[in-house]
């Protein structure tokens, strides 16, 4: 590649830069060579022209032009246009010549001028370089002797010997190997350098060729990709390997293409959101409307009229608050507040365009549960031709989607619009290899999808969307899908597993970098680095552990074969997107079903960094050349620009696509992408531990259900977890470290005794979270009426002081647990409590009561004593003892250190029954 010297002048023009660099660049007088690159074989002689493209008006020039003696000699320089004052001086011992003139007329002179013809020999084999001195040693000047202004000197290169071609040929073929598919298009891609052509193909046959230039376009040892397609359905991907052999016989031919892959995607299928303002009732609006979105792009899809509306499907559907209420008019569940199988299949099928004999529009609910099964089914529908039988409607579509619930329940349906297989699947074929699909999902980018498009690999649609129902209803268990019914019996189905694309050398580095990753948001790195082995323009941002960024490299070259290999060729829309971003840093995140990373990549401003690396380079040039004062403010602008440059492609509203690599072997799951940029997981970890409110906890995303597009970060602090969704909602935790979330069940989650499955006691609390307090536990009896039984307590227990129920401590709760009190000799009886914990004032609050069933008068008061040491008692207070109803008695204390509580409670005969019902502290 030719290097570009930029002589600027000026230090105003250099400074305007930094804040126009948007602008239209200043025209420039460019000095280049014609032809360039120009060649010879050795001993051979060549004339190339030096011109100038002025613009400003040049009145003369003078040139140091330096070679490679071991690959060119510099044998002859005449004039051109400026023939005045001519000089030639060779300085052969330092390899170059001095060369220049003025114009015959001494004016300036502006336009494409010829400055010299220079003659070249060639000596040896290699590239050598045509390189002007720096100013002043080579400049243009004008009538004054002035320096012209934005002066550009291009440098030349020579080749010896020319440009050795090397030809690829070869015919493509249908996929049954033998019939020719003439007309193909073949697009052959340099892997190495990323360099694109369009091999010649015939009309009217199957050949097709092209022809490269050695050391230019191709080298030994580089793979150069070839995809043919058939520009409708077919395709063929053949990676070939350049020897050396086969440059030095210039080319290899018979390099044959057997279209042998399907693939179907209707492109032009519409995508709609889910409306959350279109939900008639609050509460999970975007779930609610997936069902709606679903079926208004099906239906849309359906009654479009090609022929009427050529530019893509008209909004026919466009109400889905009336769609939304359709189709939970005909669920078989009329109370669930989601489309559910038969709600989405009336939708679809009662709404679409009618009569079936002139469409062929005609749905079921296909279920099983044999998920093989069902995705076979699903590419047989969608590969149906319609009309085959029962008519078509012209113009109208002639293949049309399926609608599929994902994540096992009805909140997220999404549309199937596309198949990738080995063959047709209908008719049936004996052995279907599935390599993926093409989804809509309509759940809204802002709330965890990425966007209106996204192929998934097939084992990653079976693991991760593609489930068996949990719904309760009829299709519990199942796989469902709304589909053409068929009732033929299918053939082998095989889901073709996506290639590893790990090293062991990348394994380590992954693996290394793992636990580093898991623990930082890398999105917060700064500046762009290139990426060792990636293809053009691919870069990533640096500003990371040197660990995690050599992981990085890994990462993001596999996302980037993984995508070039198995969606480049089959989604154009997908390759002229993927073609025109950079990749941001990889994002680690934990899943129970398998680690994976999140790649995103970033609009391009491949323009805009070109701008800026040259006026960086202007100001680079002016060093040494204006005064010495100004060289700080020169370099002050370099570093202004340079930080500009590295800012380019980080910003997280200007994401197109994400790509999802498996993290243990590096091999391609899915990608998403939009036609217009978006942001992208907006929450970072700084502010994750915001909202849980820990900020010097660790983070970490983590994937448990939904979108594997928007993982959920997890907050670990000591035991304690949180988890932060990319709404900036913090929906679920374990504060109290007793291992469950309030997510599955724990009720309490300030209290680590309370949680599923725990062991209940008797303190009126729900201990174990069933919904029911102290289950199992003795019935608190009301006050006990004894009646004429007034002397069963003594006859049972004596003429001391006799209970039913005595006491125990739960809480620093007293409750009564079958323990009868300690009778006094001073006409009470008292309960001790040791309460657990020592206090300097607070309240104690008795519960009790009596019922004095003889008429006889009880003997005096309540008594309530307190002591820290369970000695040494001090009367805390006395109070009446309610008759007949419990009722609660309080007393206080203040300056009075207590731990132990003692009631006494005054004894009568033993017709009367006391009740003590419980003692708080």
């Known amino acids: 590649m030719n ?88 300085y052969y011992e330092e390899n170059f010549i001095r060369f220049g003139g003025d114009s015959p007329d001494f004016h300036d002179h502006t336009g494409h001028l010829i400055l010299a013809n220079v003659t070249l020999e060639a000596i040896g084999p290699g590239t050598g370089a045509l390189n002007h001195a720096d100013f002043p040693a080579a400049k243009l000047y004008d009538e004054y002797g002035n320096s012209v202004p934005n002066q550009v000197w291009i440098d030349g290169t020579f080749n010896c010997p020319c440009a050795v071609p090397y030809t690829i040929s070869g015919y493509t073929f249908k996929n049954d190997g033998v019939t020719p598919e003439n007309n193909a298009t073949v697009k052959v891609i340099n ?151 038969q709600g989405m299949f009336a939708t679809i099928q009662y709404l679409d365009p009618s009569p079936y004999s002139e469409y062929g529009y005609n749905f079921g609910k296909c279920s099983s549960t044999d998920v093989d099964y069902m995705l076979k089914l699903i590419c047989h529908w969608i590969d149906y031709t319609v009309g085959t039988y029962g008519g078509h409607k012209e113009g109208h579509p002639y293949h049309v989607p399926g609608a599929v619930p994902a994540y096992g329940d009805y909140t997220n349906w999404m549309s199937v619009r596309g198949i ?64 053409e019914p068929y009732n033929g019996t299918p053939g082998n189905v095989t889901i073709a597993a996506s290639p590893a694309r790990f090293n062991a050398e990348a394994k380590r580095a992954v693996q290394a970098a793992k636990a580093v990753q898991a623990q930082s948001d890398t999105r917060t790195g700064t500046g762009i680095k290139a990426v060792k082995g990636m293809g053009t323009g691919m870069r990533v941002m640096a500003g990371v552990d040197d660990v995690v960024e050599e992981a990085n490299k890994w990462v993001v070259q596999a996302a980037i074969d993984g995508a070039n290999e198995q969606l480049v060729p089959y989604d154009e829309e997908f390759a002229a997107i993927f073609e025109n971003v950079v990749a941001d840093n990889p994002l680690f995140v934990k899943s129970a079903n ?71 072997d590096g091999h391609f799951k899915e990608a998403s992408w939009v036609t217009e940029p978006v942001e992208y997981l907006p929450v970072t970890r700084e502010e994750a531990l915001r909202i849980a409110g820990k900020p010097g906890a660790t983070a970490e995303l983590v994937y448990t259900s939904g979108s594997p597009y928007y993982p959920d970060w997890k907050i670990t602090d000591g035991c304690s977890v949180y988890y932060v969704n990319q709404q900036g909602e913090l929906f679920d935790a374990d504060a109290d470290c007793d291992g469950y979330l309030i997510s599955e069940g724990d009720c309490n989650d300030n209290n680590a005794a309370v949680y599923p499955g725990a062991t209940e006691v008797c303190d009126g609390v729900d201990n174990n979270c069933d919904g029911e307090v102290d289950e199992g536990c003795p019935t608190e009896p009301s006050v006990i009426d004894y009646d004429s039984e007034t002397d069963q307590c003594c006859e049972n227990y004596g003429t001391d002081w006799c209970c039913e129920l005595g006491w125990s401590d739960v809480d620093n709760v007293l409750v009564r647990d079958g323990s009868c009190a300690v009778a006094a000799s001073d006409g009470f009886a008292y309960i001790t409590l040791d309460m657990g914990e020592t206090k300097n004032s607070g309240t104690i609050t008795v519960r009790s009561a009596v019922v004095d069933y003889d008429g006889e008068q009880r003997y005096g008061d309540t008594i309530v004593y307190g002591s820290a040491d369970n000695s040494n008692w001090v009367t805390l207070g006395t109070f009446d003892t309610p008759e007949v109803n419990l009722a609660d008695r309080t007393v206080s204390f203040s300056d009075q250190q207590v731990r132990y509580v003692k009631v006494y409670l005054p004894i009568a005969e033993c017709g009367v029954w006391w009740d003590i019902d419980s003692i708080t502290w």
């Open 420 to 483: 990738h297989t080995n063959e047709h699947a209908y008719p049936w074929p004996a052995n279907l290899e599935v390599y993926g699909f093409w989804v809509n999902d309509p759940y809204p980018a802002s709330m965890g999808g990425i966007g209106e498009n996204s192929y998934k690999t097939a084992e990653e649609w079976k693991n991760t969307y593609y489930k068996p129902l949990n719904t309760g209803d009829a299709w519990d268990g199942k796989y469902v899908a709304i589909l």
């Open 191 to 341: 892997l190495n350098t990323s360099k694109k052509w369009d091999a010649t193909t015939s009309p009217a046959g199957n050949s097709y060729e092209l022809t490269l230039n050695v050391g230019e376009d191709v080298n030994a040892t580089e793979i150069l990709r070839l995809i043919a397609k058939d520009g409708v359905e077919w395709v063929n991907v053949t990676d070939h390997e350049v020897t050396q052999s086969e440059i030095d016989a210039g080319g290899v031919s018979n390099v044959n293409l057997t279209l042998n892959e399907y693939y179907l995607d209707l492109t032009d299928f519409p995508m709609y959101q889910a409306n959350a303002s279109a939900c008639p009732s609050p509460g999970d609006e975007y779930h609610k409307m997936c069902g709606p979105a679903t079926a208004q792009m099906n239906l849309n899809y359906m009654w479009w009229n090609k022929t009427a509306d050529p530019a893509g499907p008209p909004m026919y559907y466009d109400n889905q608050t009336w769609l939304y209420e359709y189709g939970i008019d005909h669920n078989a569940n009329t109370s669930l507040p989601y489309f559910d199988t």
């Open 594 to 664: 398998g680690d994976y990373y999140l790649v995103p990549f970033a609009k391009s401003y491949k323009d805009s960094v070109k701008k800026v690396d040259a006026m960086i380079a202007d100001l680079e040039a002016m060093k040494g050349v204006v005064p010495a004062a100004h060289e700080d403010a020169i370099q002050a602008s370099i570093d202004s620009l340079t930080s500009l440059r590295n800012e380019l492609n980080t910003d997280r509203s200007e994401i197109m696509v994400v790509i999802i690599v498996d993290a243990e």
């Open 3 to 90: 290097k570009t010297k930029r002589i600027a002048f000026g230090i105003g023009v250099a400074l305007a830069v930094l804040v126009m660099f948007t602008a239209s660049a200043t025209a420039d007088n460019v000095v280049y060579f014609d032809p360039d690159p120009s060649c010879a074989a050795p001993g051979e002689t060549i004339t190339v022209t030096m011109w100038v493209n002025a613009t400003d008006g040049v009145e003369g020039f003078q040139d140091d032009l330096y070679f490679d003696p071991n690959v060119v000699n510099i044998t002859d320089v005449q004039p051109g246009f400026y023939t005045s004052y001519w000089m030639v001086i060779p």
